[in-house]
């Protein structure tokens, strides 16, 4: 059978996995959709001959919708979350799952009320293979022990609607939640460097910032986060073990040469990067969902993001370094 999927918030992300969805992933459909901006929704849903609610409420409480896809701007998250695990519907939802902490502990709650891990987070990258492989060899202790891991997050440019704070809660939240994944370690505390600024950016960001985590072991990890660097979409990560080192190689297949030199062609977006990730995160979530199992990153990850940013944050208006305080992980998300 087909899995049924209600999307709310079908913007630019939502149509990208509708996109994905209906032409190279198997077993799912979007048929509804749901948006503040009714024209969008309406105009969405004539395209893949489906419905538009008035409300995502309507639409996860619809008995045409088997699992929800939620798309939509971060703090509009919780709520839509919360009603769909209310409905026994299993739902994944972008990150973040909600912008604060204290948010993301309500959705564990009502969650562990089910009795049922219904909620997939959309961290994509744990789905890239280079970071894969990368885990793997980490993990069979090839390199030994981890020492230190250095990340790169940049951006062509980015919009005058992005804050300040947007550098931790939108961006480096990837990073955050690859490096848990990639080590099998929380985050103790955190600490924020301001380099020089760049002069193409908007007179509120401090861009580049430099992002520095310490682990529960004493990993360090820094994350360098510049998205006004013009050039490209630039992912990078090396992992330093005792033995070896591990870094991203370049994602491009094709390198050219002529009289302008050696060069290979850049990603410009995250679509583009990452892009066989979203497939295999996509495709793993319905294929699991259809099977009536929880699959992927879970509320806990959501949460232990979410503390880790809320210290980001708070360290961006301080100096020195910040506590990162995290709930005793309940035996529901072990």
């Not at 299993?90 to 089910?114: G, H, N, S, W």
């Not at 990850?301 to 210290?311: E, H, Q, R, S, T």
Request: some cysteine; hydrophobic content about 40%; charged content about 25%.
């Amino acid at each position: 059978m087909t899995l049924r999927i209600g999307m709310i918030g079908p913007g630019g992300m939502g149509q990208a996995h509708i996109h994905r969805i209906h032409s190279v992933i198997a077993g799912g459909r979007v048929v509804a959709v749901a948006d503040l901006n009714a024209d969008n929704a309406a105009k969405v849903a004539e395209l893949i001959d489906g419905r538009a609610f008035t409300s995502s409420a309507e639409l996860i409480a619809s008995p045409e919708v088997d699992a929800v896809m939620i798309c939509s701007y971060g703090p509009a998250h919780e709520v839509d979350v919360i009603a769909a695990i209310e409905a026994g519907k299993y739902v994944f939802c972008e990150k973040p799952l909600a912008p604060t902490a204290d948010a993301c502990v309500r959705i564990m709650e009502a969650e562990q009320r089910a009795g049922k891990r219904l909620v997939t987070v959309g961290f994509m990258r744990r789905f890239d293979p280079s970071y894969q492989e990368m885990k793997q060899l980490l993990d069979a202790g090839e390199i030994g022990e981890a020492l230190m891991v250095h990340n790169a997050h940049r951006n062509p440019t980015v919009p005058e609607m992005y804050t300040w704070d947007m550098a931790i809660n939108d961006t480096a939240i990837h990073e955050i939640d690859t490096m848990r994944w990639l080590l099998g370690e929380e985050f103790t505390r955190v600490r924020v460097d301001k380099p020089k600024r760049t002069s193409h950016r908007f007179p509120h960001l401090q861009d580049p910032l430099v992002l520095i985590l310490e682990t529960t072991s004493g990993v360090r990890v820094d994350d360098e986060v510049f998205v006004n660097c013009q050039y490209g979409y630039d992912i990078q990560c090396e992992l330093v073990g005792e033995t070896g080192v591990v870094r991203l190689g370049d994602q491009e297949l094709v390198q050219r040469a002529d009289l302008k030199g050696r060069r290979n062609r850049l990603t410009m977006d995250h679509n583009q990067r990452f892009g066989t990730a979203f497939v295999r995160e996509v495709q793993e979530w319905i294929t699991a969902v259809s099977e009536d199992r929880h699959t992927g990153s879970s509320s806990w990850d959501g949460y232990a993001a979410a503390v880790v940013c809320d210290a980001g944050v708070q360290a961006l208006e301080v100096d020195g370094w910040v506590p990162v305080e995290m709930l005793p992980k309940p035996e529901f998300y072990a």
